[in-house]
């Protein structure tokens, strides 16, 4: 359910969506600053003997991407705080694959107390297949200014 937001800066039932491609290069970077060692981030021929045949972006990468796309949208317009996210992993992402992140907003419920409205909105990732790898729900604050 979607009700009028109290600023122009959520526009109830918006989507927004990107594509990134993800080279094993920035997927191995990532794996090793979140501590991730794991041999399917980082060696492509030890990758090649398991069932994935690639190396995998670890889940911790696909999170933060799409946190990271769903700040960047709202702090273009005014100021957000995430209250909290839910991710689900359905299918690996492969290292060298192009994905598309994409945000819908699906509640708003205004919070004068706040100086903003609190935002429900339900995420996804699909890979170059058009299947769902990742999908999400998020709660965040936006206000012009908190």
Request: proline share 5%; glycine share 6%.
């Amino acid at each position: 359910m979607t009700s009028e937001s109290i600023s122009p800066l959520v526009v109830p039932d918006e989507r927004f969506a990107k594509t990134i491609h993800l080279n094993l290069a920035d997927v191995s970077a990532f794996a090793r600053l979140a501590g991730d060692d794991n041999p399917l981030h980082h060696d492509a021929d030890y990758a090649a003997q398991t069932r994935f045949k690639r190396p995998l972006a670890c889940g911790g990468q696909l999170a933060a991407q799409m946190m990271g796309f769903l700040a960047s949208h709202y702090s273009a317009r005014g100021n957000v705080v995430g209250h909290d996210v839910k991710f689900r992993l359905h299918l690996p992402v492969l290292a060298d694959d192009t994905i598309e992140l994409a945000w819908q907003v699906e509640e708003i419920t205004p919070a004068p107390h706040l100086k903003g409205d609190v935002v429900v909105l339900r995420g996804q990732i699909r890979n170059s297949a058009g299947k769902l790898a990742l999908s999400a729900k998020a709660r965040v604050l936006v206000g012009e200014r908190l």
